[in-house]
């Protein structure tokens, strides 16, 4: 059966996969809470959960291939944005179907995630995804103030326009700063975040780990909270918590 993924291109699929690679850390976390007999590879950033028993296939950029085919997967899980387009083709290649997620925004993310689940997965939508769907799918709330998110320190680089981080601060009453430009993930001066129009710095635990002894000593105007990269960047179950432990 040939179904299209999020980017339209036809992958595959005569009988529902029942050996899976996740190069998609918070995809990964979804399928090991639903689907964990059928997760058999898995990236070396795929750290939800932590007890995960799978075989491990190097990083999101780097994947080893060789190590994904031996796997002998009916279904690569990739990402545009997190994954190289030069491994997805090079897996097709191989025959590995690869199905490739697009995911700029929250509602990108419920309806990418339903697609995987009943198109390529053949299986029924979680309970967690219904109720992350129940949690987001209503109006913008009153605007909380100006917030920037760093993700690396030396250089300074923070959450610029078109991201999933973003547009979840959006649905949470934040205005990004940095929400236009080109780059979706600019290099900015220290100066160009600790000042005075900006109402609040989130600090996450990933890419960079900041921590209470690293980040927030460096601002002098903006007050700072530390804040699981997780809640922030992954879809999948971890939209739920973002929601509860965020929005207040």
Same mark, same amino acid.
């Given at each position: 059966m040939l179904i299209l993924d999020d980017l339209g291109d036809a992958v595959d699929l005569p009988r529902p996969p029942v050996r899976i690679v996740s190069l998609v850390p918070s995809i990964t976390e979804a399928l090991a809470t639903d689907l964990r007999q059928r997760l058999v590879g898995a990236t070396d950033w795929c750290t939800h959960p932590a007890d995960l028993d799978v075989t491990r296939v190097r990083g999101t950029?780097?994947?080893d291939l060789k190590a994904v085919r031996a796997l002998e997967p009916d279904l690569v899980?990739?990402?545009?944005? *997190?994954?190289? %387009?030069?491994?997805?083709? /090079?897996?097709?290649?191989?025959g590995v179907p690869v199905w490739v997620t697009d995911i700029e925004t929250v509602p990108q993310a419920l309806d990418s995630l339903d697609r995987l689940y009943e198109s390529a997965l053949q299986?029924?939508?979680? *309970?967690?995804? %219904?109720?992350?769907?129940? /949690?987001?799918?209503r109006s913008l709330p009153p605007t909380r103030g100006r917030v920037v998110v760093p993700i690396w320190r030396d250089p300074w680089m923070v959450v610029g326009p078109r991201t999933y981080t973003g547009d979840l601060l959006r649905r949470l009453g934040w205005v990004p700063v940095y929400d236009d430009g080109e780059d979706r993930y600019p290099a900015v001066d220290l100066a160009a975040i600790d000042r005075a129009d900006v109402d609040l710095v989130l600090l996450p635990d990933e890419p960079y780990v900041f921590t209470e002894d690293d980040g927030p000593e460096a601002f002098t105007?903006?007050?700072?909270?530390?804040?699981?990269?997780?809640?922030?960047?992954?879809?999948?179950?971890?939209?739920?918590?973002?929601?509860d432990l965020l929005s207040s």
């Open positions: 950029k780097n994947p899980v990739a990402n545009k944005e *997190e994954n190289r %387009a030069l491994d997805v083709r /090079r897996l097709r290649d191989a299986v029924a939508r979680p *309970e967690w995804l %219904a109720t992350a769907r129940a /949690r987001w799918d105007q903006v007050p700072t909270r530390l804040v699981s990269g997780r809640l922030l960047t992954w879809y999948g179950p971890a939209m739920v918590e973002a929601y």
